[in-house]
């Protein structure tokens, strides 16, 4: 019997997932290996943190898809892939072998200098559950400092959230927004204006130009500005692909992305397929976002169909969109959307990405 790895179950292997009989309607046996039963979905993350989501609105029960559709689920983290010996390492010392391996492993934040038991990572999106209900318990006894650094679309979204919950609160949080360059670097002039516009009439402070030298304890030095305190800060600085693939003996982009062809097959391993923020597409580099994570989802699980020989399928290249929608969620009912040269604000937007997600969540969540 052919053996299977799903590694990791981010927003790309939803669709293999869901289609797992069909695996083992065609005599595969398929394992998942997830470090828990849940993937939450990232679009809703600032959301969860400031209550908009209930967390079971926001996640999958990958574990229960997995063996309600006759797959075998590993809680476990993987740790490195043996591509020469076909098989995966997980961080507690099992060993897995595979015929096929598709990853599908995400991305880290990056870290930044110093170090503070205060300082939480954006991902994984459980983080911000956490902190959510931290910052709501501690906001009934007393003020709270929050900053965020990094002022990308995941930053801005957390600020804005993080202020939905001071609006509430019986206690001042004062939120800070941190950036190296100037807000939403990706975006138009108009949609960093509406974002900038949002926060501070909202009563945040947000530092531009600002790259942090340390973080300490309680306090983020600046390389030339005063301190920022601190009782809890966010990293929302960047990310990079996951750090499997480096010690694999695969092939890996300089961000140590998984290199894959057009396929989503690894460039120099036809048993190697992948997914998400994890891979470097050699074709076209791609920005790491949920968008084309999700599209691949089809691709990678018709690909893996072909590679196992059912069917007699061929494979199948991803062709990824040059522009991608974006829309943001202020936190206060309102949004940004951008799309091309079009950039909106207001109620609508919101409207309209909370009626995306929500269709998105039902499509899979269904057991
Ligand atoms: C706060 C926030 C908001 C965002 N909002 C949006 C948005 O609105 N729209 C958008 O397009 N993009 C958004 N993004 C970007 C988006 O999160 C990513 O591009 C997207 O999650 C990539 O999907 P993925 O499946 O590759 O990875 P992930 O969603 O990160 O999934 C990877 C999975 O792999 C698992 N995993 C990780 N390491 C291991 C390991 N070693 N072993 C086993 N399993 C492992 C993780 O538990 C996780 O479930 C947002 C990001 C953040 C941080």
């Given amino acids: 019997m052919k053996q299977l790895i799903l590694a990791g179950v981010g927003h790309a292997h939803l669709m293999t997932l869901r289609n797992l009989p069909a695996f083992t309607r065609a005599g595969v046996s398929v394992t998942v290996v997830a470090p828990g039963d849940f993937h939450y979905y990232s679009g809703m993350g600032p959301g969860l943190l400031s209550g908009i989501y209930r967390p079971e609105e926001t996640r999958f029960d990958v574990r229960k898809m997995t063996e309600a559709r006759g797959g075998s689920f590993i809680q476990g983290t993987v740790d490195r892939i043996d591509a020469p010996n076909r098989r995966v390492i997980l961080t507690d010392g099992r060993t897995l072998a595979y015929d096929l391996l598709s990853c599908n492993l995400g991305s880290e934040v990056i870290g930044l200098p110093g170090a503070s038991p205060h300082l939480i990572p954006v991902k994984p999106i459980e983080n911000l559950h956490r902190a959510g209900a931290d910052i709501r318990s501690r906001l009934k006894e007393a003020p709270l400092r929050v900053a965020v650094i990094g002022a990308g679309p995941a930053g801005v979204e957390l600020a804005g959230n993080l202020l939905r919950l001071g609006a509430s609160a019986a206690h001042p949080l004062a939120v800070t927004l941190i950036s190296r360059d100037n807000l939403l670097m990706r975006y138009s002039a108009r949609a960093r204006r509406l974002a900038l516009a949002s926060l501070r009439q909202r009563g945040a402070t947000v530092l531009v130009r600002q790259i942090v030298r340390q973080v300490e304890a309680s306090r983020i030095a600046l390389e030339g500005g005063d301190p920022v305190a601190f009782d809890m800060a966010f990293n929302a600085a960047g990310i ?3 750090s499997v693939f480096r010690p694999s003996g ?17 460039v120099s391993d036809p ?6 923020d994890c891979i470097h597409f050699d074709p076209r580099p791609l920005d790491r976002v949920g968008v084309y994570a999700v599209r691949q989802g089809p691709v990678l699980c018709r690909n893996l169909m072909a590679a196992l020989g059912g069917k007699s399928l061929s494979l199948e290249a991803f062709e990824p969109q040059s522009r991608y929608l974006s829309i943001l969620n202020l936190g206060d009912g309102r949004g940004i959307l951008a799309w091309r040269s079009l950039v ?7 409207w309209f990405k909370d009626s995306i997600d929500r269709a998105f969540m039902r499509r899979f969540q269904k057991e």
């Fill in 240 to 242: 990079v692909p996951s």
């Fill in 250 to 266: 695969l092939p890996v982009s300089q961000d140590g992305g998984l290199r894959v062809n057009q396929y989503l097959q690894c």
């Fill in 271 to 276: 048993v190697v397929f992948g997914g998400g």
């Fill in 344 to 350: 909106l604000s207001g109620r609508f937007a919101f």
